[in-house]
């Protein structure tokens, strides 16, 4: 779910629950998703060892109820023309935050914005063609939103993916 977009939750089995009760066949089937999320449901059933009506309807429920969120590839940056990437922190002022969530988000190249606790309001992933659309990106577009303070860029050199498999 997209929290910015202010959509609302879907209803909690228990009151005041937000998380999907998941058992270990439906944890298994999402770690099986997250590693190939092309895998056919007759496959899904083999490697989690239950019958391919129980993974279709399992996974059918998980789309339901928004655990599964979505199926993706997931990009090469570098290969995809993207080879410069940086994290942008932001200030903006505290009462302006819808409106620049809004607009940030209609800004080329930013892939992920999170509001955050601390000294910085926002903290954004951009990815570019090279070093002079990111420039471009950081002063033209993202200081051009009203309510935006101040901005710190932290340049990407290397990156390594870590294990974001469920548990």
């Given at each position: 779910m997209d929290h910015l977009s202010h959509e609302a939750a879907a209803p909690a089995e228990t009151?005041?629950?937000?998380?999907?009760?998941l058992d270990d066949v439906d944890r298994a089937i999402l770690r099986e998703l997250?590693?190939?999320?092309?895998?056919?449901?007759?496959?899904?059933?083999?490697?989690v060892s239950v019958s391919r009506s129980s993974v279709y309807a399992r996974v059918e429920r998980m789309v339901a109820d928004g655990v599964i969120a979505g199926f993706t590839a997931r990009i090469d940056s570098v290969r995809a023309g993207l080879g410069t990437a940086a994290?942008?922190?932001?200030?903006?002022?505290?009462?302006?935050?819808?409106?620049?969530?809004?607009?940030?988000?209609?800004?080329?190249?930013i892939q992920h914005l999170a509001f955050?606790?601390?000294?910085?309001?926002?903290?954004?992933?951009?990815?570019?063609?090279d070093n002079v659309t990111l420039?471009?990106?950081v002063l033209a577009r993202i200081h051009a939103v009203a309510g935006v303070r101040s901005t710190r860029t932290w340049l990407i050199f290397d990156e390594a993916r870590?294990?974001?498999r469920l548990r």
């Open positions: 009151p005041g629950r937000t998380a999907a009760v997250e590693a190939d999320g092309r895998l056919s449901m007759r496959a899904l059933a083999e490697r994290y942008v922190t932001v200030s903006i002022d505290q009462n302006a935050w819808r409106e620049v969530a809004a607009q940030l988000r209609e800004v080329p190249y955050v606790g601390g000294d910085v309001d926002l903290v954004m992933l951009v990815r570019t063609p420039r471009d990106i870590g294990n974001r």
